[in-house]
């Protein structure tokens, strides 16, 4: 398979995952040295398990991801990485209320073998036009 293709099949399992709310599925798609730079949070997460650690904390407050989409998709191939861009529309749940956001990611994959593996994520706000 294209490795274009293959970038693209694993951002779309990464997002799958995400959007059935399956945090054990959803963190095995990314090393355990990948970073994170969310709008909402006031600090980057430095490693895989920083995530996972503040993950559970949203989930004991009673977040889900109730779904997301992604859409725009393009792909940079750079050597053994690559840069994924998407627009994402998720659905979530928060302090019981229910979130719709429109956002704009870029998720960096790194060739782990045969495999891609998100190792950096970078999540903002849409501006509008």
């Given at each position: 398979m294209d490795q274009t293709l293959q970038v693209r099949q694993?951002?779309?399992?990464?997002?799958?995952?995400?959007?059935?709310?399956?945090?054990?599925?959803?963190?095995?798609?990314?090393s355990e040295d990948a970073t994170f730079l969310f709008h909402t949070v006031p600090q980057p997460l430095l490693s895989r398990r920083a995530y996972e650690e503040l993950w559970a904390?949203?989930?004991?407050?009673?977040?889900?991801?109730?779904g997301c989409e992604s859409s725009n998709a393009q792909v940079s191939l750079q050597g053994?990485?690559?840069?994924?861009?998407?627009?994402?529309?998720?659905?979530?749940?928060?302090?019981?209320?229910?979130?719709?956001?429109?956002?704009?990611?870029?998720?960096?994959?790194?060739?782990?073998?045969?495999?891609w593996l998100a190792c950096h994520e970078h999540l903002s706000v849409i501006s509008p036009a």
């Amino acid at each position: 398979m294209d490795q274009t293709l293959q970038v693209r099949q694993a951002a779309a399992d990464l997002v799958a995952a995400f959007a059935s709310n399956d945090s054990a599925r959803y963190f095995a798609y990314f090393s355990e040295d990948a970073t994170f730079l969310f709008h909402t949070v006031p600090q980057p997460l430095l490693s895989r398990r920083a995530y996972e650690e503040l993950w559970a904390s949203w989930q004991a407050d009673g977040f889900a991801v109730l779904g997301c989409e992604s859409s725009n998709a393009q792909v940079s191939l750079q050597g053994d990485v690559a840069i994924f861009m998407h627009d994402v529309a998720t659905r979530l749940r928060v302090a019981g209320e229910t979130l719709d956001l429109n956002e704009r990611e870029t998720i960096v994959f790194r060739l782990h073998g045969e495999r891609w593996l998100a190792c950096h994520e970078h999540l903002s706000v849409i501006s509008p036009a």
